[in-house]
């Protein structure tokens, strides 16, 4: 007998003698309808059927809940609940990192990520009118570029100090600056962007310096990139004059 070429339906040969048509044609229909079945699996509402690595057979994927969306599984379509978007921090340090005892403190240990906020809390020098600084890998070279808006406090803040200013490069990021009175201290958060990668990493800044009796403390509001191929794998604090003497840093990482 013959058969058809997709499916393989029997059918009769050009000189068959046909002595019973019906049985042939129920033979033909049974055949064409399961073939039919086999490329609709549907049942329920919502089902979508695709191919199966079964010959001329569809599978049947029920639908999913609400909020799922269809993905790939083990190569074939499923659904699946999305991840959730969004920032999950994580404190490297925890408790923090007291700022004591050496002119640049640095916390290491950071693998495969891509932001960075580190969060200064009271930081001073034994000796006044210090910068402090964030240091990238502790590398203190002129790779770090910024722009913003610096209070220079004179005789206290106001709107007659702020200036806009450049650091075209400098060797760290300025988070604020001690006034000439060695107690004060500074104050600042630095969020730092594209660390995983091997290519320009941004940040933002904002911090500032105590009056603590004396002046000429500094305030900044600044942003800008640290220009280096390497991934970031530590952060650094350091006082442009003098040890450190107090004050806590926190380094917050995420993915």
């Keep these: 007998m013959a058969t058809t070429t997709n499916y393989g339906w029997t059918t009769p040969d050009d000189t068959s003698l046909v002595k019973d048509g019906a049985s042939a044609i129920r033979t033909l229909g049974t055949s064409v309808d399961t073939t039919t079945k086999n490329l609709n699996p549907s049942t329920t509402l ?12 569809n599978t049947r994927l029920g639908i999913g809940t609400t909020g799922q969306v269809l993905s790939v599984s083990g190569g074939v379509p499923a659904w699946s609940t ?3 978007s969004g920032t999950s921090w994580t404190l490297l340090n925890s408790g923090g990192t007291a700022l004591t005892g ?20 009271a930081a001073s020098s034994a000796s006044a009118s210090s910068f402090m600084k964030i240091q990238l890998n502790t590398d203190t070279g002129s790779n770090y570029y910024w722009v913003g808006n610096i209070i220079i406090a004179s005789s206290g803040y106001n709107n007659a100090n702020i200036i806009g200013d450049t650091n075209f490069p400098g060797d760290g990021i300025i ?14 958060t630095a969020l730092i962007d594209g660390c995983n990668t091997t290519g320009i990493k941004s940040f933002q800044v904002n911090g500032g310096g105590t ?15 640290y220009n280096s191929a390497s991934t970031i794998s530590s952060v650094s604090i350091n006082s442009s004059s003098g040890n450190l003497d107090a004050g806590t840093v926190y380094v917050y990482t995420s993915a």
Excluded at 175 to 188: E, H, L, T
Aim: glycine content about 10%; overall charge positive.
């Design 46 to 57: 919502g089902d979508i059927e695709y191919r199966s690595s079964t010959a001329n057979t």
């Design 82 to 84: 999305p991840t959730v």
């Design 102 to 121: 050496a002119q640049t403190v640095t916390i290491s240990g950071i693998s495969a990520k891509n932001k960075i906020l580190i969060i200064v809390d």
């Design 175 to 188: 988070i604020g600056k001690m006034s000439d009175n060695a107690g004060s201290v500074v104050y600042g």
């Design 211 to 225: 009056k603590s009796a004396n002046d000429n403390h500094r305030l900044y509001n600044t942003g800008g990139y």
